[in-house]
């Protein structure tokens, strides 16, 4: 009965709303249904509806797939210094993060869903029943973590939700031991995608030791900088109290490790087109272009101007702690990275191919349907799972019999 009635209060609010919340959600909503009928499209013909050709295999679906899986892990940004280093500005918003990474997941795992091209077949991913078992196949590995620290943030974050609806101190040996294993699986989720792609040695760009390293980087520049992003909204739009001292610390976070990545990219630059080798040509074509190909060449200096003027902007002082700005500034970032992620990763990885053929990938219009769709139901979902989450952290949620404060 306690669970129904949490569930009857939480489910209540998060429907209500104002004019402004529901022309929100029927907007998302006319996207996901060009989703749906873009999805219907390429079961019903195939993927010769998409750009993908057999010289590139991977592209849109599996570069938005790499990024958010960086923006999930980048949840732990707030759990970590929240619950082992109690910082009190972070504890008190701790579970946004957990919500967040809720939506990156799931959203990213939809992008798998898309990728492939039968979805019916995609049970050989499961341990031990599939053909691509585990821990042989790198990529089921990457299905069991990610499936994993869904489970986790969900039962971290729904509980804490539930005993504070009901002014109850929550079950530290039951609870702490759960975050102590997310933190540690947040890492995993991100290191082992990284694998999945360094572990490619036909594909010289990707096959390098920095990728885990990298990819650990952009993370923790891209998931704080749309966690801050959401709790300024969350601040402005909601009963919920966000403490500067949270967003500060987030911000310098956003800072460093913008400023490591675009050393990391630096560095790859100069040693790969230095030595002039075999392996700079997909560096050498992303950055150029090679035999008038040059599809990519806006992509990468996109990328480097976002994420170089984000960081450049962050470190005055000044303009870091002014939260009226800081939105955009993150958001440059946040861009910045999830081309860097996709476009400036994924694709010029597969070019040229093993035998040394160059070509291009454009992604078709069903590809971009499909993916405006899909962060169009992460944006839905989201929406509604930080609106319960916001009302219950600040009280307007809360069990009948309730008279104090969490």
Known sequence: MKLLRFLQDYIGFIVRGGPTFYLWLAFLSVLIGGWIYGYYQQLTLGMTVTGLTDQVSWGLYLANFIFLVGVAAGAVTVVFPAYVYKH???????VIGE?????????????VFLHVGRPDRIWHMLPYIGVMNWPSSVLTSDVVVLTTYLFLNAITG?????????????????????????IVWAISIHTVTAFLMATFDTRAMWHTGMMP???????????????????????RHTALVVQDSAINFLMQLVTWCLGIALFLTL?????????????SYGLRYLMFGMYGLTDLVPWFW??????????????????????????????MAFVGIWIEKGMGLVIPG?????????SQYVPSTIEIMNSVGIWAFGFFLLTLLLKGAAGIL????????RHEAY
Do not use: W
Not at 99 to 111: D, G, Q, R, S, Y
Not at 267 to 279: D, H, W
Not at 394 to 400: D, F, K, N, Q, T
């Open 302 to 331: 996109a990328s480097m101007g976002l994420t170089a003027g984000a960081f450049l902007m962050l470190l005055f002082p000044s303009i870091r702690l002014n939260q009226e700005v800081i939105p955009y500034i993150c958001t």
């Open 99 to 111: 919500m967040i990474a809720i939506f990156a997941v799931t959203i990213c795992t939809l992008f």
């Open 350 to 358: 597969e070019i040229p191919s093993p035998i040394g053929e160059f």
């Open 88 to 94: 009190e500005g972070l504890h008190d918003v701790a």
């Open 394 to 401: 600040s009280g307007e949620v809360r069990h009948a019999s």
């Open 158 to 182: 729904f509980y804490f939700l539930y005993q504070k609806y009901y002014n109850r101190p929550i079950n530290k040996r039951f609870f702490m031991p759960i975050i102590y294993l997310s």
């Open 267 to 279: 560095s790859e630059v100069v040693i790969e087109l230095y030595q002039g080798s075999g392996e």
């Open 213 to 235: 390293i990298r990819f650990i980087i952009t993370a923790f520049a891209a998931g704080p900088a749309f966690i801050v992003i959401v709790l300024l909204q969350l601040k």
